[in-house]
């Protein structure tokens, strides 16, 4: 199958089945689509035992898929640039300690403790997995996933400052998730060729290096916006940035996450106040607008077509069972100990812990870390392990997040 035939299957579903559930479920977008998209896989299989085969073909469609690079590859940057767009800068800064010590100090014990925990489960349900995989799990679902978060956020009725916080901590502990993978992996590959000086030199590198290429490509990209007035030449500068930028930074293994979210905030606060007029800002809010909404839409139906391609048993789903609340409560521990303590010296709201907590949305991004692990055992008990979380993360947590927000807010 070609790339058109697969563009073709997946934007058309996308269309149906934002049509479903807008018109009959009246769900946040991205929920509604992938409970139809693992319906819909569910009720294939289902078909297969009734003697209808028609389970496999569509099988060997999503794995034709690269999920993995599809989104690491390409669509991550779309999608970051459209959230970074509109995240207000003065309130990201006003938390910057916040979302600093959170994206970083917290993705990383988060990641060790997953791991921790990871370990000394398996052995209960006779998986022989190393503890270094382990670690590498909760590198991956440690991050909270950006997409997902901004998506669910938008009905959820946050007050903007606890929003600056949850958008900003997940645009940039993506970017550091991803790196501290990419280093695990590295380690993984070759385990007595990395020393912890190497491993923090390319950490510092890969995060250091998406950071100033992202000032450095947002300032040239906001002196190019300065120059001229045309709304048709301004979107495509801003359409070269990501796509041109993203590629460079991946090609000198610098984060091309992180350059996205920064060039992104640029462009979203400086750019918008001092450099487009307002027929521009206009036109480039709508296409990034509609460009997030369709790619979100097609990720999300790829997340729920996955569930195909899965090799579910018993022994994994009591496990996920068990890591399920494993992972939420490592991550009330990673956000409450530096808030509790930063409480001394400033205010936060009174549920801001509870938010932060069930706010942070495990999503496409730590499924397509998942599938990028090499074939064998230990990618056949991680992957849907990753899957179960995700899937509980975006319907349960996604669906009760507003309330939680109301509840607690007003």
């Known amino acids: 199958m070609n790339l058109f035939d697969l563009l073709a299957i997946l934007l058309t579903l996308s269309a149906l089945f934002s049509y479903i559930n807008h018109r009959h479920m009246r769900l946040p977008t991205g929920i509604g689509l992938i409970l139809i998209a693992i319906s819909l896989s569910l009720a294939l299989t289902l078909l297969a035992h009734f003697g209808i085969e028609v389970d496999e073909q569509a099988r060997r469609i999503v794995s034709s898929i690269d999920f993995s690079r599809a989104l690491l590859g390409g669509m991550l940057s779309f999608l970051l640039f459209a959230g970074a767009l509109h995240v207000d800068l003065e309130h990201l800064l006003a938390n910057k300690w916040t979302i600093a010590i959170l994206a970083t100090f917290g993705v990383t014990i988060s990641a060790l403790l997953i791991g921790l925990a990871l370990w000394w489960l398996v052995g209960f349900f006779g998986f022989q997995i190393s503890f270094l995989y382990c670690f590498l799990f909760g590198a991956l679902i440690s991050p909270t996933d950006p997409v997902a978060v901004l998506s669910i956020l938008k009905s959820a009725g946050a007050r903007p400052s606890l929003k600056a916080k949850i958008c900003g901590e997940s645009l940039f502990n993506d970017g550091v998730g991803v790196v501290l993978f990419a280093l695990l992996f590295e380690a993984l590959q070759n385990p007595s060729g990395l020393r912890v000086a190497d491993f923090l030199f390319l950490f510092v590198k890969e995060a250091g290096g998406g950071l100033i290429m992202g000032l450095l490509g947002g300032y040239i990209c906001y002196r190019m916006l300065k120059s001229v007035d045309g709304y048709k030449v301004e979107?495509?500068?801003?359409?070269?940035?990501?796509?041109?930028?993203?590629?460079?930074?991946?090609?000198?293994?610098?984060?091309?996450?992180?350059?996205?979210?920064?060039?992104?905030?640029?462009?979203?606060n400086r750019g918008r106040r001092l450099a487009m007029s307002e027929t521009t800002r206009h036109h480039l809010d709508n296409f990034w607008e509609m460009l997030d909404e369709v790619l979100n839409a097609v990720l999300f139906i790829l997340i729920g077509l996955e569930v195909l391609t899965l090799q579910l048993n018993l022994n994994?789903?009591?496990?996920?069972?068990?890591?399920?609340?494993?992972?939420?409560?490592?991550?009330?521990?990673?956000?409450?100990?530096?808030?509790?303590?930063?409480?001394?010296?400033?205010?936060?709201?009174?549920?801001?812990?509870?938010?932060?907590?069930?706010?942070?949305?495990?999503?496409?991004?730590?499924?397509?870390?998942?599938?990028?692990?090499?074939?064998?055992?230990?990618?056949?008990l991680l992957l849907p392990l990753t899957y179960c979380i995700v899937v509980f993360s975006i319907v349960v947590q996604g669906l009760t997040i507003g309330a939680l927000v109301r509840k607690i807010e007003g």
């Open 316 to 380: 994994i789903i009591l496990l996920s069972l068990l890591v399920i609340p494993t992972v939420l409560a490592v991550r009330f521990f990673t956000v409450s100990i530096p808030i509790s303590f930063m409480r001394l010296f400033r205010d936060f709201s009174p549920g801001a812990i509870r938010i932060l907590t069930w706010g942070g949305l495990r999503g496409g991004i730590s499924v397509a870390l998942a599938l990028s692990l090499p074939n064998g055992p230990e990618r056949d």
């Open 235 to 268: 979107v495509l500068i801003t359409l070269g940035l990501v796509t041109g930028g993203y590629a460079a930074a991946m090609h000198l293994h610098t984060s091309g996450p992180i350059f996205v979210v920064v060039s992104g905030l640029m462009i979203g």
